[in-house]
Structure formats: structure tokens, C-alpha cells
């Protein structure tokens, strides 16, 4: 038994169980706050305690999975692709949201930490969070924070804003789909546009298009405002 809890292909295979799990659980309550990867989350962190598992052994299956992040990402060329014409139709509001987008994104965390009294370091680990995660892991690192806080702050911001997002859209009376997947891909990146696929084909490719342009344009707005300021 001990072998099996050490096996990082034993929790590689327990992580899409659970995954899949949440899929199906979405899939029969139809409501978002089943998010599949926050079930998956919860399950997989209620077993490495209850097996007494230390993070570092779970860590080599999550490395695995890490792996297909950027062909899983790479994958939503495809929407994009089959939405090209209105994606070029929209281009200039997709850039100029996307930039305010990360633009309050980057503000709000400076803002609450400054609040909260949080420390430097966490404060640069926070700044990249709703960005995807390779993007945002090269930004924390360049920044000097910490990544592994930036990688929980983006899995944490990915599934609240699939959660929250498309409702809280439709409440204030967002109903175009371009601006509904612009909204939730700069907000959520990956996590979010996973759900604006579900909402419409045009919903998931301005979502997929907008998590590369406000990813380039955080590291941009980073790279720039560190440059000025140090």
C-alpha cells in the first residue's frame, strides 16, 4: 500500500478520476459551482491528508499533468480559428478590454495588499494571477515573488471566475457573446474559458483569444512598470 501512495502514475490516475468525476457531477447538476477542477481539487487534497501523502510525492504526478498545459492551450486555436472573421471584426474593443482588463487586475491586487498589509513578495507572486500559468509563473519569477503562490492564486482566480463570472455578467446586462468571453478569458483565463465554451462557440473563442493578449499584455504592463519604478 505504502508503494501505491508513493507511485506518482497511482496519483497521475487518481487526479483525472476525480476530474472526470467532476465532470459528471457538473454535467447532472448543470450548476457552475461544480466546477470539475475544484471537486478534483478538494478530493485529491482530502486524500493526500487522510493517507498522510506528503505534497512532494503528489508533486511528480502534478508534473505530468503540468505537461499538457500548453498543447491543452495551444487546442483553443480551434475556436479561434473557426470564429476568425469576428474575432477580426472586434479586434480593437478585444485589445482595449483586455488591456483595461489587466490593467484593474494589476491595480486591484496592489490596492488590497497595500490594504491587507501584505508582504512584498507575496504582493509580486499576486500580481500575474489572472493570467494563464506559464505566462504568469515567468512574470512572478521575473518580479522576483514566489511561485508557487502565483500558481495557487491563478487556479484559485480561474475556478472563482468560471463560477461567478457568467452570472454576475448576465445580472449586470452582458449579454453579447463577445463581450461575455472577452470579460471571462481576461478575468479567468484557462479555467474561465473552459466555461465560456459551454455558454457558445463565440463565448469560448474571444475567451481563448483574450487569455493570449492579456497575458502578453500583463508581461508587458509588468515589464514596464518594473523598468520605471526600479
Same mark, same amino acid.
Given at each position: 500500500?505504502?508503494?501505491?501512495?508513493?507511485?506518482?502514475?497511482?496519483?497521475?490516475?487518481?487526479?483525472?478520476?476525480?476530474?472526470?468525476?467532476?465532470?459528471?457531477?457538473?454535467?447532472?447538476?448543470?450548476?457552475?459551482?461544480? /466546477?470539475?477542477?475544484?471537486?478534483?481539487?478538494?478530493?485529491?487534497?482530502?486524500?493526500?491528508?487522510?493517507?498522510?501523502?506528503?505534497?512532494?510525492?503528489?508533486?511528480?504526478?502534478?508534473?505530468?499533468?503540468?505537461?499538457?498545459?500548453?498543447?491543452?492551450?495551444? %487546442?483553443?486555436?480551434?475556436?479561434?480559428?473557426?470564429?476568425?472573421?469576428?474575432?477580426?471584426? /472586434?479586434?480593437?474593443?478585444?485589445?482595449?478590454?483586455?488591456?483595461?482588463?489587466?490593467?484593474?487586475?494589476?491595480?486591484?491586487?496592489?490596492?488590497?495588499?497595500?490594504?491587507?498589509?501584505?508582504?512584498?513578495? $507575496?504582493?509580486?507572486?499576486?500580481?500575474?494571477?489572472?493570467?494563464?500559468?506559464?505566462?504568469? @509563473?515567468?512574470?512572478?519569477?521575473?518580479?522576483?515573488?514566489?511561485?508557487?503562490? $502565483?500558481?495557487?492564486?491563478?487556479? @484559485?482566480?480561474?475556478?472563482?471566475?468560471?463560477?461567478?463570472?457568467?452570472?454576475?455578467?448576465?445580472?449586470?446586462?452582458?449579454? /453579447?457573446?463577445?463581450?461575455?468571453?472577452?470579460?471571462?478569458?481576461?478575468?479567468?483565463?484557462?479555467?474561465?474559458?473552459?466555461?465560456?465554451?459551454?455558454?457558445?462557440?463565440?463565448?469560448?473563442?474571444?475567451?481563448?483569444?483574450?487569455?493570449?493578449?492579456?497575458?502578453?499584455?500583463?508581461?508587458?504592463?509588468?515589464?514596464?512598470?518594473? %523598468?520605471?519604478?526600479?
Amino acid at each position: 500500500m505504502t508503494d501505491l501512495l508513493s507511485s506518482s502514475q497511482f496519483w497521475l490516475l487518481i487526479s483525472i478520476g476525480f476530474y472526470a468525476l467532476g465532470v459528471e457531477i457538473q454535467r447532472k447538476t448543470g450548476s457552475p459551482v461544480c /466546477n470539475p477542477l475544484l471537486i478534483a481539487s478538494i478530493l485529491v487534497g482530502a486524500l493526500l491528508i487522510a493517507t498522510g501523502t506528503p505534497y512532494q510525492t503528489y508533486e511528480e504526478s502534478g508534473k505530468l499533468i503540468s505537461f499538457f498545459l500548453t498543447p491543452a492551450t495551444v %487546442a483553443l486555436a480551434i475556436p479561434i480559428y473557426r470564429k476568425l472573421d469576428v474575432l477580426l471584426k /472586434n479586434l480593437l474593443p478585444i485589445l482595449l478590454g483586455a488591456f483595461v482588463g489587466s490593467m484593474v487586475s494589476i491595480g486591484s491586487v496592489l490596492l488590497f495588499s497595500h490594504l491587507f498589509g501584505l508582504s512584498e513578495s $507575496t504582493t509580486l507572486s499576486l500580481v500575474p494571477k489572472s493570467v494563464t500559468t506559464p505566462i504568469a @509563473v515567468a512574470v512572478a519569477e521575473m518580479l522576483g515573488g514566489v511561485t508557487s503562490i $502565483t500558481a495557487i492564486a491563478v487556479v @484559485v482566480t480561474g475556478i472563482i471566475g468560471a463560477i461567478i463570472l457568467p452570472t454576475f455578467l448576465k445580472c449586470i446586462g452582458v449579454r /453579447n457573446p463577445v463581450q461575455m468571453g472577452l470579460s471571462i478569458g481576461t478575468a479567468a483565463h484557462a479555467v474561465g474559458t473552459s466555461r465560456a465554451i459551454e455558454l457558445g462557440e463565440t463565448e469560448g473563442a474571444i475567451s481563448g483569444l483574450a487569455i493570449g493578449v492579456a497575458g502578453l499584455l500583463t508581461a508587458l504592463i509588468v515589464s514596464i512598470g518594473s %523598468a520605471i519604478l526600479l
